[in-house]
C-alpha cells in the first residue's frame, strides 16, 4: 500500500536559520503533494502544495521541492520563527482517488 | 480559523458506549473527510461524503458510521467503543469531490477519551 514516511521524527533550529524536513513517498502514483503543520491542540492547517509536473513551488517564506526520481518530497522554511514551531506533515493523493496519506510528521522546535 | 467546526471539543466516555462526533464544514464546501490521529501517529483517513453521498472509504472499522445531511454538516458514529479508541477525530472539507488540487481545510478536532 501507500506509504509516505518522515526522514526525522524531530528538528530543532535556531530561530533565524532556515528548516529543511524531508519526506520520503513510495507510490510513484501520487501527483499531488501537501504540506500541513499542526499546532499543539490545533487542526492541521495548510502550508504548501505542488503538483508532479512541478519540482519547486515558492510561496511565504516557504518552499517546497519534489524529486520524483527518488521520491522525495523537501519543506524548507526561511528565516525560522519561534512561531513555526509544530509538527509538520506531508501528504500525498493520486489524481484518481481521494484519499490523502499522511506522514507520521516531523516535530520543528524553534530555539530563541 | 479554517471555517471548519466541530464538536464537541473534548468527550469523555466508557468502553461498550457508543458516542457522535459533529462536523460542519467551510461555507460553500461540499465534501467532508473525517480522520483520525493516534498518540504519535500520522493522519489516518477514515471516510468522504460529497454533497451527501460517500465517496470514498478508508480505514473505517466496521464499527464506525457517517452520514452527512442536506445542510452538508456531517456525523461520525462511533460505536462499541474500546480504549484503542480513544484520540483525536479531525473532520476536514473541500470544495470538490475530491480531485488533485482539491485543498482540505481541517477542523480544531474532538478528543475522544475511551476509559
Known amino acids: 500500500g501507500e506509504s509516505v514516511g518522515l526522514h526525522l521524527p524531530t528538528l530543532s533550529v535556531q530561530e533565524g536559520d532556515n528548516s529543511i524536513i524531508n519526506c520520503a513517498y513510495s507510490?510513484?502514483?501520487?501527483?499531488?503533494f501537501i504540506w500541513y503543520k499542526q499546532e499543539s491542540g490545533k487542526g492541521p492547517q495548510f502550508i504548501i502544495d505542488?503538483?508532479?509536473?512541478?519540482d519547486k513551488r515558492q510561496g511565504q517564506r516557504v518552499t517546497v521541492l519534489l524529486n520524483k526520481t527518488v521520491k522525495h518530497l523537501s519543506l524548507q522554511i526561511a528565516a525560522t520563527q519561534p512561531g513555526d514551531s509544530a509538527v509538520y506533515f506531508c501528504?500525498?493523493?493520486?489524481?484518481?482517488?481521494?484519499?490523502?496519506?499522511f506522514g507520521t510528521g516531523t516535530s520543528l522546535t524553534v530555539i530563541p | 480559523d479554517s471555517g471548519v467546526t466541530q464538536t464537541p471539543k473534548h468527550l469523555i466516555t466508557a468502553t461498550g458506549q457508543r458516542v457522535t462526533l459533529r462536523c460542519s464544514p467551510r461555507?460553500?464546501?461540499?465534501?467532508v473527510y473525517w480522520y483520525q490521529q493516534s498518540l504519535d501517529q500520522g493522519l489516518q483517513f477514515l471516510i468522504q461524503?460529497?454533497?451527501?453521498?460517500?465517496?470514498a472509504k478508508g480505514n473505517i472499522l466496521e464499527r464506525f458510521s457517517a452520514q452527512q445531511f442536506p445542510d452538508l454538516h456531517s456525523e461520525l458514529n462511533l460505536s462499541s467503543l474500546e480504549l484503542g479508541d480513544s484520540a483525536l477525530y479531525f473532520c476536514?472539507?473541500?470544495?470538490?469531490?475530491?480531485?488533485?488540487?482539491?485543498?482540505?481545510?481541517f477542523g480544531p478536532g474532538t478528543r475522544l477519551t475511551v476509559l
Open positions: 476536514a472539507s473541500s470544495v470538490g469531490g475530491g480531485r488533485a488540487e482539491d485543498t482540505q481545510y
Open positions: 461524503y460529497y454533497n451527501g453521498e460517500e465517496r
Open positions: 507510490n510513484s502514483a501520487s501527483d499531488y
Open positions: 501528504a500525498e493523493k493520486k489524481n484518481t482517488g481521494n484519499q490523502f496519506y
Open positions: 461555507s460553500g464546501d461540499l465534501s
Open positions: 505542488i503538483r508532479s509536473n512541478m
